[in-house]
């Protein structure tokens, strides 16, 4: 285990960002972290790299045994680009204009591992050519304006591996890249996290990366997790409504190509039909028109709602309201029966029979989710 | 005043033109672009549109899709006449509009509105609502903007607030108030959802979709989101590196895409489902876009191309009508 969150609370002054998560992350595993904007995601993971100043982090990250809140400033500091790597959403704002692309990843590798210039430099040559790009000796001496978005993109992550990290921190690394160049960088990742073993956290608001990456997903809503699975199954028969809602409001593209039999129309349930997109019913409607909207907005952290927080968007309660839902913010609940989903309820029967321990459930790749109202419509199936 | 109360031909809406090709006589485009081009700058000019040509029918959507630079929201900003071609035609509703003077082009610019992707850029931080969707000229009094404000899903209590004071979503639908106060016949939607969450672009994607069944609008939909392109459009028109090459209905292009580029662009959209995923073809394509500001010789595609022969890297494939139907591609082995 080389990442272990419990209960992790980011307060700001204005509000609680993040309200009680918890996670646990494999080496060689990818852990996918889904939410719109304001759910919270970005900040879980600047908490985990020590990156808050005027926020207030309690419960427990676990790196590597190590328990990081609380711990003293340079130790972060220390662990910081050494062991837990961070790239972001836009390459250009983290790469200085003003030094060559060589020179900054020459300098993490030389602060941390106290080599010399030299050693440094052939370093950053040999990463750029690890991350696929041409003529690596050449472009080391090169400004970042000379480098395209997905050839930034690359040297981030050149920059990122260049110390060995055990844990890669990925906040929406191809959001601003073109699909094509998204998908070399994918495939980049997927690659080194084989080949080295790290463990990835991969934040994104898109379904279609966590779908390509990710072996496990946590969805987060108003700075809660309100599902936990491993990723068939939260694509497959995801219970919450939120997941629900999301898989179904994303439009698709047909799988393969040609041979794509169109779906009958999906129909419009948005206006106060049938409330429930049933689980695992998320096949995209193929015809012109309407998509399933949630309807609302995702909520403020500055005034939360009471209760479940998805309450005021969710079919389910609209349809048989739940006192519940009002007054109580649900628990993560280990669904009590794992629906039989063939091959994949084969694959995880046993480690849903995992021992709760004296640290609590474990957070592995168990379906948890948060809904007062998940059993009374999830178990029948 | 041409514009001002139009007749409207009694077309389907929503009509997909090549689905059934040989369906008798066809009402005309309501806009036609032919041969547009944009260069900027005078000598080796960037040339940002290259040629670009294709036509929108009364109350169709055509999907305008394809990668950063490749001059899809130029083409857009020539259409509504923000930015003027360097040559080329836009015909609409049947007159060249593309040298008319602003008192000339006054008439159209009711006919053809736009919305923008940022929402909050595109509002008057300073203006209320209201003043906003009424527009400089207050084609609405305040009963007309707050119907408005009703049809796109706001309502009264909206009609005396600020943009700041709301989500991106509702700031988009604003956004779509103001197009529609003038009555438009043609709306150029530039990537309107792609700055919105998951959740809220399928709201703004049905309010669009009821929006045109209501009014018979025609879209001209600019997205580089392949997956919501396909649920919006009738006809999708690919474009890179300044060029069209492959037009046609949305189906003939997602379900059997000719060109060598859009089956690359197809293929790397994710899918949001893991077992698809998994076993999944995927056309990984080397190297980035080129600049427009230095295009290949021969087919601006032939470096990123698994295809390319000789006669790619010399000569540049023209848009030639394929199989049946109304597909066009631009490509020397189309397939």
């Avoid at chain 1, 694959?347 to 998940?374: D, F, I, K, N, S």
Wanted: proline share 9%.
């Amino acid at each position: 285990m080389i990442l272990r969150v419990r209960d992790l609370r980011v307060a700001f002054p204005a509000g609680t960002a993040v309200d009680g998560i918890g996670f646990d992350l494999d080496r060689g595993r990818t852990l996918g972290v889904v939410g719109e904007s304001g759910s919270g995601k970005s900040v879980s993971s600047l908490a985990i790299m020590g990156l808050h100043r005027e926020a207030a982090v309690s419960g427990s990250i676990v790196f590597d045994g190590e328990e990081l809140v609380g711990a003293p400033a340079s130790r972060l500091r220390e662990l910081r680009g050494r062991r837990i790597a961070m790239i972001f959403q836009d390459p250009l704002s983290s790469l200085h204009p003003f030094y060559t692309v060589g020179e900054q990843i020459a300098e993490a590798y030389r602060l941390h591992l106290r080599v010399s210039r030299r050693v440094a430099r052939e370093r950053a040559v040999e990463m750029l050519a690890e991350v696929g790009i041409p003529e690596p000796r050449r472009r080391a001496g090169e400004h970042p304006h000379r480098f395209s978005g997905g050839m930034r993109q690359r040297v981030m992550i050149a920059m990122a591996l260049s110390c060995e990290p055990d844990l890669l921190i990925a906040d929406e690394p191809t959001t601003a890249l073109d699909v094509t160049v998204q998908a070399q960088i994918l495939e980049l990742i997927r690659r080194i996290q084989r080949d080295r073993g790290i463990a990835v956290m991969m934040i994104t608001h898109d379904l279609g990366v966590v779908a390509r990456v990710a072996d496990e997903v946590l969805v987060m809503y108003g700075g809660r997790t309100v599902e936990h699975a491993p990723v068939r199954e939260i694509f497959r028969a995801p219970r919450h409504p939120y997941t629900q809602g999301l898989l179904a409001s994303a439009p698709r593209l047909p799988a393969g190509g040609a041979g794509d039999s169109p779906d009958p129309a999906a129909g419009s349930v948005a206006a106060g039909g049938s409330p429930d997109p049933v689980a695992g019913g998320v096949a995209g409607p193929v015809v012109k028109g309407r998509l399933r909207a949630i309807p609302g907005s995702p909520p403020s952290l500055l005034a939360p709602p009471p209760g479940c927080r998805f309450h005021p968007r969710c079919a389910r309660y609209a349809a048989a309201p739940d006192d519940a839902c009002v007054t109580e913010a649900p628990e993560l609940r280990e669904l009590r029966e794992l629906c039989v989903l063939g091959e994949v309820g084969e694959v995880h029967a046993g480690r849903a029979l995992r021992l709760v321990g004296a640290e609590g459930p474990p957070a592995g790749p168990v379906h948890r989710t948060a809904c007062h109202l998940a059993e009374t419509r999830g178990g029948s199936r | 005043m041409t514009g001002a109360s139009p007749a409207r031909p009694a077309g389907e809406p929503g009509t997909a033109p090549d689905a059934a090709p040989d369906a008798g006589p066809r009402p005309a485009p309501l806009l036609s672009v032919r041969d547009l081009r944009m260069t900027f700058g005078k000598r080796n000019g960037v040339r940002a549109v290259d040629g670009v040509t294709f036509d929108v029918w009364p109350g169709e959507t055509l999907g305008l899709v394809g990668e950063s630079g490749c001059g899809k929201s130029t083409t857009g900003r020539m259409i509504v006449r923000l930015m003027e071609p360097t040559g080329g035609t836009v015909v609409f509703a049947g007159r060249d509009i593309t040298r008319l003077g602003p008192r000339d082009m006054r008439p159209f610019r009711r006919d053809i509105q736009m919305i923008f992707q940022d929402p909050f850029a595109s509002l008057n931080p300073r203006q209320t609502v209201e003043r906003i969707v009424s527009g400089p000229t207050r084609l609405l009094d305040r009963r007309g903007v707050i119907e408005l404000l009703e049809t796109v899903g706001l309502g009264a209590e909206h009609a005396d607030r600020y943009p700041h004071e709301f989500s991106g979503g509702q700031a988009q639908r604003i956004g779509i108030a103001r197009a529609l106060a003038s009555r438009p016949r043609l709306i150029v939607c530039d990537e309107p959802v792609s700055a919105l969450d998951v959740s809220i672009q399928a709201q703004i994607v049905n309010l669009l979709a009821d929006l045109q069944r209501e009014l018979d609008l025609a879209y001209l939909f600019i997205a580089h989101d392949l997956s919501v392109v396909r649920h919006v459009c009738d006809r999708v028109a690919v474009m890179y590196l300044g060029r069209v090459v492959e037009i046609g209905s949305r189906d003939a292009v997602y379900n059997a895409p000719a060109h060598p580029y859009t089956r690359a662009l197809l293929s790397a959209v994710p899918v949001p489902d893991p077992e698809v995923e998994l076993v999944r073809e995927r056309i990984v394509l080397p190297g980035d876009p080129p600049s427009p500001a230095a295009p290949p010789p021969g087919c601006s595609f032939n470096p990123r191309c698994a295809m390319a022969r000789d006669v790619c890297r010399t000569e540049a494939p023209p848009l030639m009508a394929h199989g049946p139907g109304e597909r066009k591609v631009a490509c020397h082995f189309a397939g």
